[in-house]
């Protein structure tokens, strides 16, 4: 989880370090900077899926169930 983490971190600050002109519709190097993010995010999406399905693998009863729930709760809100 350590690792998803800091690739999510790094993509959000090479995202926030690109400086264009957003309202310039002839510029389209925006667009292929948001694309690749996209791309990339959703690798991280992906890598979070499956950790979380792997974590329930071994869950056999309904207190074990929420104790990994928990676990993952401070993933379900992301910064702005």
């Given amino acids: 989880m350590l690792q998803i983490y800091l690739e999510y971190t790094k993509l959000l600050s ?3 370090q690109v400086r264009h002109q957003s309202l310039d519709i002839k510029n389209e190097s925006l ?3 948001f694309v690749q993010f996209r791309s990339e995010m ?3 999406d992906t890598m979070i899926l499956s950790s979380i399905k792997s ?3 071994g869950v056999t ?3 074990e169930m929420c104790e990994t729930l928990d676990t ?3 993933m379900s809100e992301r910064s702005r």
Avoid: R, T, V
Wanted: charged share 15%.
């Fill in 31 to 33: 667009g292929s900077y």
């Fill in 55 to 57: 974590s329930f693998e």
């Fill in 14 to 16: 090479k995202i926030s």
């Fill in 61 to 63: 009863n309904i207190k």
């Fill in 42 to 44: 959703h690798i991280i």
């Fill in 72 to 74: 993952f709760y401070s």
